[in-house]
C-alpha cells in the first residue's frame, strides 16, 4: 500500500472482469473460452431462471447453461469477448444449440452494466447486417445471480479436460463444429 496525499493506493493489484454468456452446452462453452488469451478462469453453470441453487440433474427452470469468464481486460476485451462468442453459437437457433435443445441450451448474452449493454447491442448489430434474411434470436439480457455448478455435480467442470474422448465425441456427434464452419467460416476456430 502507498499513501497518497492522504489516501491509501494499492498497487500491484490483480485486475479482472468478468463476463456471462450462452450458448448451448457449457462443456463447450468452457473449452471454447479458455482457449482465449487473456481469460483466466471459466466456470460452468447456470444463470438467468428464478429458481434458486439450480442444478443439471434437478431444477433449473428457466435457467440457462451458461459461463461465467473471468478475464484481464488489459490482455484481451470484453468487445472482443463477443466477438468470439458470436463465431462460437448458432445465432439464429431459437431451440437451444446444435443438437441440445430446450431454454437451458438457448444462447443469450447476459450483461453487468449500461456499457456491456451498448457493447453487446452494437456486436449484435454486426450480426445482424451481416446475414440480411435471418433472423438472430440471441437476446441481451441483464445479468443475475450465477450460479456455479458445485457438489456431486462438479464433475461438469472441465469435462472437456477431464474426459476428453467422450468430449470430444460429443461435441463431433453433435455438430456443434460443423455447424459453426457452415455459418461463420473460416471464423470459427474451435
Request: glycine content about 8%.
Amino acid at each position: 500500500m502507498l499513501l497518497v496525499e492522504g489516501f491509501l493506493c494499492c498497487t500491484n493489484v490483480a485486475v479482472a472482469d468478468k463476463a456471462t454468456f450462452a450458448g448451448g452446452c457449457f462443456w463447450c462453452m468452457e473449452s471454447d473460452f479458455e482457449k482465449v488469451e487473456g481469460v483466466t478462469d471459466v466456470i460452468s453453470g447456470f444463470t438467468g431462471g428464478t429458481v434458486d441453487n439450480p442444478t443439471y440433474e434437478g431444477d433449473h427452470t428457466g435457467h440457462y447453461e451458461a459461463v461465467e469468464i473471468t478475464y484481464d481486460p488489459d490482455k484481451v476485451s470484453y468487445e472482443q469477448l463477443l466477438e468470439y462468442y458470436w463465431v462460437s453459437i448458432d445465432p439464429f437457433d431459437a431451440k437451444g444449440q446444435f443438437c441440445d435443445k430446450g431454454h437451458s441450451y438457448l444462447s443469450a448474452i447476459f450483461v453487468a452494466n449500461e456499457n456491456e449493454r451498448a457493447l453487446a447491442e452494437t456486436s449484435r448489430k454486426r450480426v445482424v447486417s451481416q446475414f440480411p434474411g435471418k433472423t438472430v434470436v440471441t437476446p441481451i439480457l441483464d445479468a443475475s445471480t450465477f450460479y456455479p455448478i458445485k457438489g456431486k455435480e462438479s464433475y461438469h467442470q472441465d469435462y472437456y479436460k477431464n474426459n476428453p474422448i467422450r468430449y470430444k465425441f460429443y461435441r463431433y456427434s453433435c455438430g456443434r463444429d460443423q455447424r459453426l464452419k457452415e455459418i461463420w467460416g473460416d471464423k470459427a476456430r474451435h
